[in-house]
């Protein structure tokens, strides 16, 4: 049977529609009731403008309700929803609009000029949504189409969303996923962290990634609760709302900001049901410090761009520190050896199946058909072992992709435009272990005999005009050589362990 993840969503309503979803931190609110007017006007406006089921639809703005219902709508249009981090360049933006073919953009006012520059032979409408979520060509135009619309039937096998995700040549790589997958694991989420009407969610992620728009804004969708809506993270900002929150979800760096500050304590979190961390490793002092000063145990869990989330802590039982717990219901996990067979112990490749994880990559059937084994397992890159308890614990990663603040970021990227830096000759990037980043991007460079090069300050301000801010390195280390192994592959492991307490000693 047919079935849009709206109507999934759909379905999980309060009965009371009047019930507040959103509240934003300028204290507006926003009902189901609006939630579904307001995403059918936008629905019907955009079919009206002539984009069709499975068009792509590019939005980079910032993070406001309106752009949750923008969300929404596409989804009951069928449209293909393309979330663009904010923090992308010109030249970034560039590769995504020429790779994903989009059929409109929505972007922030001063980003308009760009847009329309970059129209390709396929027609490119472009329109604009303020930072406030109230005005913009988005908005205004749309406010005399009729809040009427049919959601479009979607097979579960239908794309939903593409996420941009790294490249191991330094291109970005489009993961497709679907009605089917978003529903499988939401409803998955759900049931695991026990999601009920009553629960408020303090959300102070962006809204670009899976963790903010899929992990959080399903889990309130699915149970028909509310959200207290943070336009970003502010100390002060979450200790006024913890008390009216029953879950927070959040990257490590949120916690040990709320560990920084002396006010933070258990007379704040006396309401909160559930902390859950993710999208970076945490560090296990994290969870102990947070555990001695709150009285609550974080939950950590583990999800990709490609597959969601794949398993979690539990809610009821013991949570591990340094582990990410078990399976998701619906979701197979296997830890396999080089000849991709199924280890009794110790450490090995993670691998994934089920109806969570993506379709592939847009526009890439050789690297998807590379990324999964024979018998459907996705090959997560990520090398993990079992705990004695069963509980999977991520030791590293077989790719060499950088996760900084929740962020994904893959060296060779970076690499590319620092070996085109006057006086290197060469470098590496890596990720070294970070108390508010969970991992900071770290340049080591060679200088080519004889010649000098600019101040850390100049090269990463060089860097930052061609990258996301999220993506230049914290650090700049000046070395003789790099090591290299037999088949002259940099050692990076090496320089991890080399420069492991380098931000943390």
């Not at 192994?485 to 943390?504: P, S, T, W």
Request: aromatic share 10%.
């Amino acid at each position: 049977m047919k079935k849009n993840i709206y109507d999934v969503f759909e379905a999980h309503f309060p009965e009371n529609t009047d019930a507040t979803f959103i509240e934003t931190d300028d204290g507006s609110q926003y009902s189901y009731a609006f939630l579904a007017e307001e995403s059918a006007r936008l629905a019907r406006f955009l079919t009206d403008a002539g984009i069709t089921k499975g068009d792509r639809v590019a939005v980079q703005v910032d993070k406001s309700a309106e752009v949750i219902f923008l969300y929404l709508a596409c989804l009951r249009a069928g449209f293909v929803y393309l979330p663009l981090n904010t923090a992308y360049t010109e030249s970034e933006l560039s590769y995504f609009l020429e790779n994903a073919q989009p059929s409109a953009v929505i972007c922030r006012p001063p980003s308009e000029a760009f847009f329309h520059t970059r129209k390709n032979t396929q027609l490119i409408q472009v329109f604009t949504l303020a930072c406030d979520g109230h005005s913009g060509s988005l908005v205004e135009n749309s406010r005399s189409s009729e809040a009427e619309f049919e959601t479009v039937a979607s097979d579960a096998d239908d794309l939903a969303v593409i996420l941009y995700t790294s490249g191991t040549t330094g291109r970005p790589k489009g993961a497709m996923i679907t009605h089917g997958n978003l529903a499988a694991n939401g409803l998955a989420l759900q049931a695991a962290w026990q999601w009920q009407q009553q629960d408020v969610l303090l959300h102070a992620l962006p809204i670009f990634h899976i963790h903010g728009l899929f992990v959080a804004c399903h889990n309130v969708l699915l149970g028909g609760s509310k959200m207290l809506f943070v336009n970003k993270f502010d100390t002060k900002t979450m200790l006024q709302l913890l008390p009216k929150s029953t879950v927070m979800m959040g990257v490590p760096t949120f916690y040990t900001r709320l560990l920084d500050d002396k006010d933070f304590n258990q007379d704040v979190c006396r309401n909160i049901r559930l902390f859950i961390s993710g999208s970076a490793p945490l560090l296990e002092q994290t969870f102990n410090d947070f555990k001695t000063r709150s009285g609550h145990t974080i939950l950590e869990r583990y999800g990709m761009t490609e597959t969601g989330m794949n398993t979690s802590n539990p809610v009821t039982g013991e949570r591990l520190a340094g582990t990410v717990g078990l399976p998701l219901p619906g979701v197979s996990t296997r830890i396999v050896d080089e000849n991709n067979q199924p280890l009794a112990g110790g450490v090995g490749a993670l691998q994934v199946k089920g109806a969570n994880v993506f379709k592939g990559y847009w526009n890439m059937p050789e690297k998807t058909a590379e990324e999964f084994t024979d018998d459907g397992y996705f090959m997560t890159g990520d090398l993990a072992e079992l705990t004695p308890q069963g509980y999977i614990r991520i030791v590293g990663r077989n790719k060499d992709m950088i996760i900084t603040g929740g962020y994904n970021v893959y060296p060779k990227e970076i690499e590319l435009l620092l070996d085109e830096v006057k006086g290197i000759k060469e470098s590496a990037v890596i990720g070294l272990p970070h108390k508010d980043f969970g991992e900071a991007v770290t340049a080591v460079v060679v200088v080519e005999p004889g010649q000098t090069i600019a101040t850390d300050d100049a090269i990463i301000a060089e860097l930052k005009q061609q990258l996301a801010s999220y993506k230049a390195p914290k650090k700049i280390i000046v070395v003789p050589e790099l090591e290299r192994n037999a088949m002259g592959k940099v050692q990076k492991n090496r320089l991890r362990e080399q420069y492991f307490k380098l931000y943390n000693s």
